[in-house]
């Protein structure tokens, strides 16, 4: 009887270790997945898939869109290959490179940034992009642009094309501010939208447009990290 009760006990010992140690790397472990998820996404992105990606059916509903955990991200990996990504973001000046993502999908936003219109096109109107702030070491997905200043550019390629934008607003939004991504008659801007993950209020950046440019292979590297 002592026996099996001893056996019992360690068993119990060992599950909360294990549990402690779950807990423990749960949050690094996340982030170096999100990263790989993003280079994957970057790195073997093709004009291709852009085009095939943009005509994907995705939803846009804000309201269905959860904190960011290991199960989101886990889904994402399992279907990294159907992701319709159809173009790159960067922000040099604060190391943020990310894949564009069509539509606001869970599994989207475990990866890069997301799209929040259903017809945006990039360099037209106001091209918005939503994603999660995450507060690790490595600044994940949108967590750089707290560092952002104004008159910093911003970056979105199709393969095709390149724009550029530079920051000419960075404010602490209510989630219920969906009026900024909103068209502005006259204007080609950029908007960037935080999910803050436990937090009430959301960062927005918003750009204007500056420049358009042939994606050559030499200026895209702009892109990599």
Known sequence: ????????????????????????????????AIQLLSRHQMTHLTKKQVTINRKANTTFNFKQVKP??????????????QLPTVGKLAVPSVALYLPVIKGLSNQALATGAATMKAKQKMGQGNYALAGHYLVARNQALFAPLERVRLGSSVYLTDLTKIYQYEVIVKKVVNPYATRLINDVPGEELVTLITCADGGVNRLAIQGRLLAIDNATKAKLQLFKP
């Open 68 to 81: 960011l955990g290991i199960r989101e991200v886990t889904q994402a990996a399992t279907n990294a290959n």
């Open 1 to 32: 009887m002592k026996k099996g009760r001893r056996r019992g006990l360690w068993v119990v010992i060992v599950g909360l270790l294990l549990i402690g140690l779950i807990l423990l790397f749960n949050q690094p472990l996340k982030h170096t």
